[in-house]
Structure formats: C-alpha cells, structure tokens
C-alpha cells in the first residue's frame, strides 16, 4: 500500500510562485495525498488554488504568522488530513523533477529514517546549491562536490523540502512561532538531533529555491564566515532568533564564532553602527526577549 503524503505549504505575496509549485507537486510520480495551503499575504490566492491541477485545502490568516507560525498551521493541517507523512515547502521552493517525493520516501525506508531533505538548488544553475554545506571544514557550493555523497546524516537546509513522518511532530513539536522568521528551521533541526530522531539529507534529488550566497561572509577563507541578510527586516529576527537558539541549545561554538565575527566583520566594514545593532539584537536573543512579529520597530 502506498504510503500517505500530505504538503504543508505556505504563501505570502508570491501568486506565480504559487502557480509554479502547485504545479509541480502535481506532476510528482508519487501523488500527495492532500496538500494544504497557509496564506498570510496582503492578498488572498484562493482562486490559484482552487484552479490548482490537485485538491487543496486553502487556510487564509489574516494575521502575518510569520515562516514559523504559517508552517505550523499548515503542518497541523497536513496531521489532520490523516498522512502519514508531512511534505514542507515554501512557496518559492518546488521540486526540481517528478521522482522527488518518491526518491525521498524510498530512501526513508531503506535506511530506517523518520525525517529525508533534498538538497536546495539555485533557480536556473541547478549545479549549484542555493546554501552551503560544510565538509571537511570548507563552504561548497559545488553541488557536484556533494551529489556523489548520495546520502548525508544528521545535517539538513530545513524546512524546503523536508519529508517529516507525523509522529515526529508529537515528539519535537510544531516550529516554534515565537522565532517568527529566520531561525526556526535549524531551531527544528536541534531538536531533531536531541530528541535522536534519525534524519539526513538526500543528495541525488533537489528542490529549487531562490540562493542564499549574497549573505554569506567569509572572514578566514572559508574557515569563519557570518551570515548577514540583505535586508533590516530579515537582520533582525536573523540576529536575535540566532542569540536565543545559542542559549536554548547552549552552542558554545556557535558563541565564540559570533562574538569573534560579527564584530571583525563590522570593523573591517568600518560599520560601528551596523555593529552596536547586531550587538543590541543579538543580546536581546540571548536575554530571550522581543520575540514574535515587533510592531513599531525601525529598522
């Protein structure tokens, strides 16, 4: 019998992205069983879904739920459909080919895994990948470098793709909401590794998702980097949701590279603004404050 599948996806302002991904899980050898669509947008997308090639169960939020919130909702929904597993996307996230979902379920079972991730590729330049991985303590790009792996434990870029059994959900929760944006994916992924629920991610199929690369910084070669999002929206949660996860999960490594690198990132920048407001919002993560969407906030 063919195990269930239910999508968790969720929308913001991306109607053609929409399209695009509905049409793609349309076209998946192995057929979702439902798909579930969370839009917290300015406005609304229910007629694309509901002209959508396979039945969706469209949940409009008035409210901004942020990445974390949108996900959980839609997630919750795909629990309800009665699947067996849930399937995540963001909107501007699709499958590169047919044999995705199939690829990522077969490879669940031969190796006894509750939670497979494809790898993230670059729109239009499939041979690189959208976010790094690191091995052998080098940044790669390269998807050629990691594709012949086929298979690699315990790390993965969640949640575009993520191929989760339900059950995992009653023993790690929802994404936690109080992140908001930017953070609760490797938030997930922690808890994962804690809770020793098997996962890894899947190098011979891939989604396609929108690059990272203009926020990666390497300060030591590729030794030390930091991460700087391209927008003051996005730096925000991004600093703050990464303090608070370096004192929830007690990442000492993640500690010093932080306190090492951002401020040499900033100073060779000749940025002391720029500084003392990643150090403002970071030690408001790390004090566990300002969580949630910050209304009134100038960026």
């Known amino acids: 019998m063919q195990d269930t599948v239910a999508v968790a996806a969720v929308t913001f302002d991306r109607p053609e992205d929409v399209s695009t991904l509905l049409g793609a899980l349309s076209q998946q050898t192995h057929t979702p069983h439902a798909i579930a669509l969370v839009d917290s947008g300015t406005e609304s997308v229910a007629g694309i879904a509901a002209q959508a090639p ?4 469209y949940v409009r939020s008035l409210a901004n739920l942020g990445g974390a ?11 309800a459909s009665g699947a067996e597993w849930v399937w995540i996307m963001d909107d501007d996230a699709h499958p590169e080919d047919p044999h995705c979902l199939a690829t990522l379920l077969a490879t669940a079972k031969e190796r006894g895994l509750d939670v497979v991730v494809p790898l993230i590729v670059a729109p239009g330049q ?3 990948l959208s976010f790094p991985f690191r091995l052998d303590g080098h940044l790669t790009h390269d998807r050629s470098v990691v594709e012949p792996l086929g298979f690699i434990e315990n790390v993965g870029q969640f ?9 995992v ?9 109080r992140l908001f944006i930017r953070g609760d994916e490797v938030d997930f992924m922690l808890r994962l590794r804690a809770a020793k629920v098997k996962f890894g991610t899947v190098t011979t199929v891939a989604l396609t998702h929108p690059v990272g690369w203009g926020e990666v910084h390497e300060l030591i070669g590729d030794r030390l980097h930091v991460l700087v999002p391209e927008t003051p929206f996005k730096r925000f949660y991004y600093y703050r949701n990464r303090g608070y996860l370096t004192r929830k999960h007690r ?8 306190v090492v690198g951002y401020p040499l990132y900033f100073l060779k920048k000749g940025d002391v603004r720029g500084l003392l407001k990643w150090a403002g919002t970071y030690g408001a993560g790390l004090r566990g404050t300002k969580f949630g969407p910050i209304k009134g906030q100038k960026f």
């Open 169 to 177: 959900f009653f023993k790690v929760g929802l994404p936690d909401m």
């Open 159 to 167: 949640f575009n793709g993520a191929l989760v059994r339900s059950d």
């Open 251 to 258: 990442r000492v490594r993640s500690f010093v590279a932080d």
């Open 69 to 79: 919130g949108g996900f959980s909702l839609a997630i919750l929904n795909a629990i």
């Open 126 to 128: 499939p041979e690189k």
């Open 54 to 57: 396979s039945p969706v169960t």
